[in-house]
């Protein structure tokens, strides 16, 4: 595990709360605004930042991210400029920046190559939605060489058996999708989330973060009595969404829902 992780995750612990994982897309609107945006998030209750990699196809992703993507390659967006906008942020802040990330992209620039810029770029660690761990063999060897952290996801229909080669390979901490379908905010957690997380607990010693759907500090609240994080990211790509008329305000916009999901 990278050990910005495991700092990360003891701070929180001792301070009795959930680490807060804040998703945005790297780009959006632009590269500007999207640095001040993150600059906002980091300085105001963030604990590890996941930079979504803007990519054409985000099959993983429900339509407020998708858009989010489209928005930032239409304004000139490259995986250059993403690596370029980690590298920015690190000057400036210690806490772990995830590459939330498609493995074409990966695969496209040569996995060693994007490893050892990754690490360069002050990245801690990747999350490649579309390989599984049975296909992350040259991934994980890598990701290992350069001390990158590798983070699995696991849905609520994933069998015990599945969970523990997951396990196996997760470094970081385990991404536990509450719900299935893709990303995306909702009223309600589903059910099952405390039952969901336990049986990860079974298989793992690793942190376990839950995302898609939170939107509301009761969400936050309610996973943080289950789990070590909290993962937001459409509720906060909305902001961006809903203010592009005014792009300039976005930043400080960002800071306030920020405080309003951690109830502040």
Do not use: W
């Not at 339509?63 to 000057?91: D, I």
């Not at 991934?139 to 060489?145: D, F, I, S």
Request: aromatic share 8%; glycine share 8%; proline share 5%.
């Amino acid at each position: 595990m990278n050990d910005r992780f495991e700092k990360t995750f003891a701070r929180c612990a001792s301070e009795k709360r959930p680490a807060f994982i804040a998703y945005v897309c790297a780009g959006d609107p632009n590269y500007a605004i999207s640095l001040d945006i993150c600059r906002e998030l980091l300085r105001n209750g963030t604990d590890i930042l996941e930079l979504g990699v803007p990519f054409s196809d985000p099959v993983a992703d429900g339509p407020v991210n998708q858009r989010a993507a489209l928005r930032a390659l239409n304004n000139g967006m490259t995986h250059a400029k993403a690596f370029e906008l980690a590298r920015e942020l690190r000057k400036e802040f210690d806490q772990p920046i995830v590459f939330y990330t498609y493995y074409n992209m990966i695969h496209a620039l040569g996995v060693d190559a994007y490893c050892r810029t990754a690490q360069a770029s002050g990245v801690s660690g990747i999350l490649a939605l579309d390989c599984p761990p049975e296909e992350a063999g040259e991934l994980l060897a890598e990701c290992k060489r350069h001390e990158l952290s590798t983070i699995f996801i696991v849905a609520p229909t994933t069998p015990d058996a599945r969970i523990s080669l997951i396990a196996s390979h997760a470094s970081g901490f385990i991404y536990y999708v509450s719900r299935l379908g893709v990303t995306g905010t909702r009223d309600t957690l589903s059910d099952g989330l405390s039952e969901g997380v336990a049986r990860i607990k079974a298989h793992t010693a690793l942190p376990v973060a839950v995302g898609f759907g939170v939107s509301k500090p009761e969400h936050v609240v309610e996973i943080g009595n289950a789990a070590e994080g909290v993962i937001v990211g459409s509720a906060l790509v909305k902001v961006i969404e809903n203010n592009l008329n005014d792009p300039s305000s976005i930043p400080a916009k960002m800071r306030e829902q920020l405080k309003f999901l951690l109830g502040k």
